[in-house]
DNA sequence: AGCATGCCTGACCGATCGGTCAGCGCCTGA
DNA sequence: TCAGGCGCTGACCGATCGGTCAGGCATGCT
């Protein structure tokens, strides 16, 4: 059974999600149908759905790696305070906005409709999480408002640069963080 | 004739686009379909296709106002340069953003869809001005991703806080605008 | 009375969506 | 040699979308 081996052909499962993530980048999750990804790869589109169980599952799979990166972003603020929770949070956040600037992409303005799916519901529980630790723990509204603008404005942005490498837009990212958030009291 | 006679029923026109005013903030201009409205407003979708030539045109019509505002801004940013133009360009903005929440919280994430319309062109124009306005009109890659942060962030910002009032969103957005944006040099 | 006009509606249309299913060809192990 | 599973497909399904259309029902003018 040598499972060493090289399998001959069979590759169509990754073709399918690397050409669901392209599209999905672009036309966004509700804005691309199966036809679509089907197209892209060169198959049918009971063939997509012959590799996976739906659309949903498609789209779970391709966002996995994020959400792992995401709840360990969460773990690390756990512990945090004022100062100190902003500068990890900030650092954690750009890192992984950077990192994961496509699956940020194909989430454009559907973030709030995705998150309902129980698939994704504790996401909205650690981005609740992260918006506290960008406000430094302070329950002042100006401080809340801040992090939220900060929180969105990093998504955006770097679903908008796709193609600057990281290492110009991390540290452009980093100074508008420290430079944006409102200071602890 | 007397034209300032109080006309006895027909309103349906205003409900209609009051409706799809709500609805389109909550579940967004594609996730909102002619049979919701309709059925918010208590009438057939027939009747909403009466009074309004298409989906688009109600959409232009309970958009003008802000398009309307969002031109003035353009023109009043227009003859602006260095930190005059960042913070002219900021206080214009959050008022605006703050003012027409609704109508930006309609287009969350399907802006770049519906800026493909004709109707609508222009307006990529005006916010790839107002980025140049808010990076100072600084060439460096890093004041040009601040203001993206900012804009972004303030237009998702204004979007998710509708119920709190005016005055306690407005100079909160103001202060990070004042603190986020790169200074020129 | 008769006619026109404005507001509104149910029925219907073609397109597209996500998803199902029976069955095809092909490779492989017994 | 042949049975069986794997990858894949075209045809099809019900639902929903935006949009059309002929006609109903008042009202008001002649």
Known sequence: MLEGMARAVP????????????????????????????GAVGCSKATVLYHFANKEALLSELMAPAIAVLEALDARIAGTTGAAAQEIAGECF???????????????????????????????????????AFAGHSDRPSARIAALVV???????????????????????????????????
Chains 1, 2 share one sequence.
Not at 19 to 33: H, L, M, Q
Not at 94 to 120: H, K, N, T, W
């Open 11 to 38: 590759e169509t499962h990754g073709e399918i999600l690397a050409a669901a993530a392209r599209r999905f980048a672009v036309t966004g999750y509700k804005g691309t149908s199966l036809q679509d990804i089907a």
């Open 94 to 132: 750009v890192d992984l906005a950077v990192r994961f600037r496509r699956e940020i992409a194909l989430l454009r303005g559907e973030f709030s409709d995705l998150l309902q799916q129980p698939a994704f519901a504790h996401i909205q529980q650690i981005s609740e999480r992260l918006i506290t």
């Open 151 to 185: 929180l969105a404005g990093i998504a955006e942005t770097c679903a908008e640069f796709i193609d600057i490498p990281d290492d110009e837009l991390r540290p452009a990212l980093l100074a508008v963080v420290r430079r944006a958030l409102e200071p602890v009291t």
